[in-house]
């Protein structure tokens, strides 16, 4: 399998998909802004990748409005239309940039984005009570997947480029909010954050060699009703 390449390594999945391949001996770059890497700056991007090749390029990095107690109360009257905006510059032309540069030093590989089930429905009112989900959030999710068949069309056959679409991961939510997504899945309840581990593997070896432009979707059948 190579090198591997993770942006978002600091993250919740990102973290976890670095234990997991590291624990094989696979060798994992990590790319994070807790690291200092800033990966909206183009330049950064360009040089790095010029330097760094590797196999395998899983892109984990995104911006979120997480549940938890910090969280804000907005509706959709009250999203700032800078916020929405910055969702779309890190989400999908960030995520292209770093696509891109990865795709221009390399000869051949594979990509793996990350989508989102809010990339495919709306967020359920239901969950969020008077807290909407931000709107910038499922409009990137949903932009990723296009950008994932663009992509898949223009780097094929050399790169292969695939997306994988998880359910809610349990991640110090409240009791009362995985209650209520686990009432709304079939699978009655959220995800752990290492049920991403042997999907990501697959994408990455040639077991997919003849997958790209795909959508996995892993979700416990939230998206399922």
Not at 49 to 62: D, S
Not at 127 to 156: C, R
């Amino acid at each position: 399998m190579n090198e591997i390449t993770i942006t978002g390594s600091e993250g919740l999945v990102g973290s976890a998909l670095c234990d997991y391949f590291q624990k094989k001996n696979i060798v994992v770059n990590k790319l994070d802004l807790k690291l200092g890497h800033d990966l909206s700056d183009e330049k950064f991007v360009k040089n790095w990748f010029k330097e760094n090749k590797t196999k395998n390029l899983i892109n984990c990095f995104a911006i979120n409005d997480h549940v938890n107690s910090d969280r804000e109360i907005t509706n959709l009257f009250d999203f700032p239309l800078e916020t929405f905006s910055e969702y779309m510059k890190i989400n999908v032309v960030t995520l292209f940039s770093v696509c891109r540069e990865f795709a221009r030093n390399n000869d051949d590989g594979s990509i793996i984005n990350f989508s989102s089930t809010y990339g495919l429905v709306s967020p359920n009112p239901k969950l969020y009570e008077n807290s909407n989900k931000h709107i910038g959030y499922g409009v990137s999710k949903e932009s990723v997947i296009n950008l994932t068949k663009y992509l898949a069309i223009h780097l094929a056959p050399k790169i292969r480029v695939n997306c994988l679409v998880p359910g809610g991961i349990e991640n110090n939510q409240s009791a009362e909010f995985v209650k209520k997504y686990s009432e709304l899945t079939p699978m009655k309840r959220m995800m752990e954050k290492n049920e991403l581990n042997g999907l990501v593997q697959y994408l990455c070896s040639d077991n997919s060699s003849y997958m790209t432009g795909s959508v996995l979707v892993c979700d416990g059948g939230y998206t399922s009703w």
